[in-house]
């Protein structure tokens, strides 16, 4: 399962569980590009509930979309990660040390409430 919920005007919060397979990813993809068309200087939530490896064939259609999908993530500023996996938490955040104007904080599911605090600070 792959939902996007737009929180305001800037702000998508997404739910991740499961494995996606390609019809799944497409969707995904289309609503998460379709809902983050007016956003600007955007905020995301990121909740991670359970991560299984995409099928290929999902793999396929998201690598197919990358020029896309690197003009959506410059509309955000700021994503909070909530994960109870260690090795997810460290690649989003490293991630968000890659790509210039994106800050990427990691926080495990139960500090939801952490998460939601800082996304609406001001600044890092």
Avoid: H
Wanted: charged share 35%; glycine share 6%.
């Amino acid at each position: 399962m792959f939902k996007v919920t737009k929180r305001g005007d800037n702000r998508l919060d997404i739910e991740l569980s499961g494995r996606l397979d390609s019809d799944e990813m497409k969707t995904a993809l289309d609503d998460l590009i379709d809902q983050s068309e007016a956003i600007e200087n955007g905020k995301m939530l990121y909740d991670i509930i359970d991560f299984n490896m995409p099928s290929m064939n999902a793999i396929a259609i998201e690598l197919s979309r990358i020029p896309e999908l690197f003009g959506l993530i410059k509309k955000y500023s700021k994503i909070a990660v909530l994960s109870d996996t260690n090795w997810i938490k460290k690649a989003s955040e490293l991630e968000g040390m890659l790509i210039p104007g994106l800050d990427i904080k990691a926080f495990d599911r139960e500090q939801r409430d952490k998460a939601e605090t800082w996304l609406e600070s001001e600044g890092a």
